[in-house]
């Protein structure tokens, strides 16, 4: 389903401007100064020309598709044309973003057909919206001031950078953002930012091989990537340094291979039999690296032509190049991985499941970070289980405030906030909110100012609870959160905070009470269990915990008479004073399974009391011992939003 920005239908108004023979102008984002900055004030002379006033030739495509083709204009969007040239490598991809092609190429046999209308696509906070422009672009001395393409008849890339900057409110918007917020947006994936000067990446070159492996994969996998310097506190932006590159730039990567090296070459580059190589353009079309490596240096000269062919090398001042992977470590400090997540069961590469949360923190549901432990759990809550180890990505993405109404009818910039998530351990079978922070934490990432953050966690078998929040309290806005998992998790929002009624389970009674206690169960172990199969340790024992009239049945621990169960259970009850918690401990068989011993145990009796116990194993009906026993501790508390 693809959504009409601001409700307009691109094939009507093409249809009745064709009808009427005259070129549309878009009433939403006219050609003037408001559609240029926010405040609509113009201190440039600017004449706004269709195609046909630029070149007497123009096309939507000249000779390919190519990330070349693109140079940055004059305002600050290296960031956007970096994606871009990201986007021209991926003809698949660029088809979803630039859409019917043929249909909207200008045809020189039917100039009555051309109406100076065209749309495009954007994924934007879950959904894709289609954007509709006309034609007029901004010149200056009749050349295109933006983002412009090196044939001067081209100009997919400057209507598609109009389409971009209305979906902004405006040019002046796309001054300032990330590469990968682009990347996205031509996309619907998920973009993971490396930062490449942290760790110990410099001093271990196993790690450094793992980093470049991953690039690698994801350059097959047809991820678009970028890298960036950081301007740190007091340094001027887009500032040229000694070596050719460029602070706070955007670059996209366009290449990342090994380059075999012949035997006499080996000895020349410390007997190295390939060297990691890394390809990157600048969207300025210029201004390139010129250390080893750069387009006319020493190395390329003792390189057999056949493997710079192989290479692509070009040597010209158009803003691509090579850098060795490890100067690249050496200079960049950040460098972005745009992945799509294949969710396709009919794919033969591997697959993911995935689930997709619109939130928003808003009033109390705006707790802050985990630095606010008394409002942290306020926040929304999302729980999925996993069945056995595996990896999960997840996603948090706030709404772009440049699409906010207030950016766009008062021109005041609003601020990303800093956002990221926590991910916590919880009991095997809770199904409502947590309300405590005593939970183990499993996995966070550090909470950033950037439209959204990414993680990647390799979790064990159990059930998690994901707590996205802002850093501070009190911040309110809409956010997307993105789950994926290699099976199915069942992802679930989390929105009662416990149980309210329930039959009694009298015999004969259907009264509804009230439920007046949580109970609280950590199985650790049981020990010296009875063998019960004639191979192996002699068991495979997993155990059932029944309280306040229901059962749950915890994972069953392989060959071993010692089991360590570690599992956590939570039960509501009603009659707290009456209440008694039983742990049976099975053997799982073939056909059936079999009894091992059990205990039954009533409540602490201090409310909010925590005992551990350790009890030997009875027999059915609790007359008898039998052999083994079974730790566990057991809390209680009458307030429900307790733990």
């Not at 602490?604 to 925590?610: H, V």
Request: net charge neutral; with cysteine; proline share 4%.
């Amino acid at each position: 389903m693809v959504r009409k920005f601001l409700n307009q239908n691109y094939s009507k108004l093409k249809r009745d401007h064709q009808r009427r023979g005259e070129q549309f102008t878009d009433p939403q984002f006219p050609p003037n100064a408001q559609s240029l900055f926010h405040s609509g004030k113009n201190d440039l002379e600017i004449t706004w020309k269709r195609p046909g006033e630029i070149c007497s030739n123009p096309k939507l495509i000249v000779d390919g598709l190519d990330p070349s083709d693109l140079n940055q204009g004059a305002v600050g969007n290296c960031w956007f044309v970096a994606a871009c040239s990201a986007l021209a490598l991926e003809r698949r991809l660029w088809n979803k973003v630039v859409v019917d092609v043929n249909e909207q190429e200008w045809d020189a046999n039917h100039p009555e057909r051309y109406a100076g209308i065209f749309h495009f696509r954007f994924w934007q906070f879950g959904e894709w919206v289609d954007v509709v422009i006309d034609d007029w672009l901004p010149t200056q001395g009749g050349k295109l001031i933006y983002n412009k393409s090196k044939s001067g008849n081209e100009f997919w890339s400057a209507l598609l950078e109009k389409a971009y900057a209305k979906l902004a409110g405006s040019y002046e918007a796309l001054s300032g953002g990330l590469t990968g917020d682009a990347l996205v947006d031509f996309t619907g994936g998920v973009t993971e930012t490396i930062t490449l000067q942290s760790g110990d990446l410099a001093d271990d070159e196993e790690k450094r091989k793992q980093l470049f492996d991953e690039l690698i994969r994801a350059h097959e996998h047809h991820a678009m990537m970028s890298c960036s310097i950081e301007v740190k506190e007091g340094e001027s932006p887009e500032t040229k340094l000694d070596c050719g590159l460029v602070k706070g730039h955007a670059y996209t990567i366009t290449d990342i291979r090994r380059m075999k090296l012949t035997s006499g070459l080996s000895s020349l580059f410390g007997n190295k039999e390939k060297l990691m190589m890394i390809k990157m353009r600048n969207p300025w079309g210029q201004k390139e690296w010129n250390g080893a490596w750069s387009d006319d240096s020493e190395e390329w000269k003792r390189v057999p032509k056949g493997e710079k062919d192989k290479m692509d090398l070009k040597v010209e001042d158009d803003g691509e190049f090579w850098m060795e992977f490890s100067d690249w470590l050496t200079w960049f400090s950040h460098c972005s991985i745009c992945r799509i997540i294949n969710t396709s069961s009919f794919s033969l590469q591997k697959t993911w499941h995935d689930a997709t949360f619109h939130g928003e923190w808003k009033e109390k549901t705006a707790g802050g970070c985990f630095n606010h432990p008394d409002t942290f759990t306020n926040n929304p809550q999302y729980l999925f289980t996993l069945r056995e180890e595996e990896e999960v990505m997840v996603s948090c993405m706030q709404k772009d405030p440049r699409m906010s109404k207030k950016a766009k009818t008062t021109g005041e910039p609003l601020p990303n906030f800093p956002i990221g998530f926590q991910i916590v351990k919880v009991e095997d079978n809770r199904t409502f909110r947590i309300h405590s922070m005593n939970f183990k934490e499993v996995g966070r990432v550090t909470y950033i100012n950037r439209r959204s953050n990414f993680g990647r966690f390799t979790l064990g078998q159990g059930r998690y609870v994901i707590i996205p929040s802002t850093f501070e309290p009190n911040q309110e806005r809409q956010f997307l959160l993105r789950f994926f998992s290699e099976r199915n998790a069942h992802p679930v929002e989390l929105k009662k905070d416990h149980p309210t009624r329930g039959f009694c389970g009298t015999l004969f009674c259907c009264c509804v009470k009230p439920y007046r206690g949580q109970v609280i169960v950590h199985l650790h172990s049981g020990q010296g269990l009875t063998k019960q199969d004639m191979s192996g340790a002699g068991a495979d024992p997993y155990c059932k915990v029944t309280c306040g009239g229901n059962t749950v049945a915890t994972s069953i621990k392989k060959d071993t008479l010692d089991p360590a169960f570690d599992t956590q259970l939570v039960f509501y009850v009603k009659n707290p004073e009456d209440a008694t918690v039983k742990v049976q401990i099975l053997n799982h068989g073939m056909m059936r399974d079999r009894f091992m011993g059990q205990v039954s145990t009533t409540l602490p009796a201090a409310d909010g009391g925590s005992e551990r116990r350790t009890m030997k194993l009875m027999e059915k009906g609790n007359e008898a011992e039998t052999q083994g026993s079974v730790s566990f501790t057991i809390s209680h508390h009458s307030d429900l939003r307790a733990i």
